[in-house]
């Protein structure tokens, strides 16, 4: 079965885009960062995350976790992981797509056709969004 899926040129309506932001950030301040942002260990070994936020690409709404590493031997002070991706698909309903970035680096979708209510609450409740 073939969703309706809008080719690369198509534009997100500014209305949607804003309205997603503004949204989003309450989301992310008031839900995410709360549960997912902890305070250090102290043990070097392991990673932790430092921020979580957001950013549009195309049709694309991703979020963000940004982690810290403190071990001496760290590549890097910090890397930035995406976690959830929306995929804005009707115009007439204003529905998404939800997908989570697999193990492999790959995007793999699993929720069609949702509200931008469903879309938050699954990704506050269902684990493959984990930051």
Partial sequence: MKRGRYSANHQVPLAVKSNLTAKASSFINDILKPKHIKTPSGDERFNYIVDIYSKWFRNYFYFYAKYAC???NAISPYFES????LEYVCLAT???NLSYM???GKWFELYVDLSLDESF???KDDPHFLP
Wanted: without cysteine; positive net charge.
């Fill in 102 to 104: 697999r193990y492999t």
């Fill in 82 to 85: 995406k976690f959830a991706r």
């Fill in 94 to 96: 204003n529905k998404f």
């Fill in 121 to 123: 609450a699954i990704i």
């Fill in 70 to 72: 403190p071990g001496k």
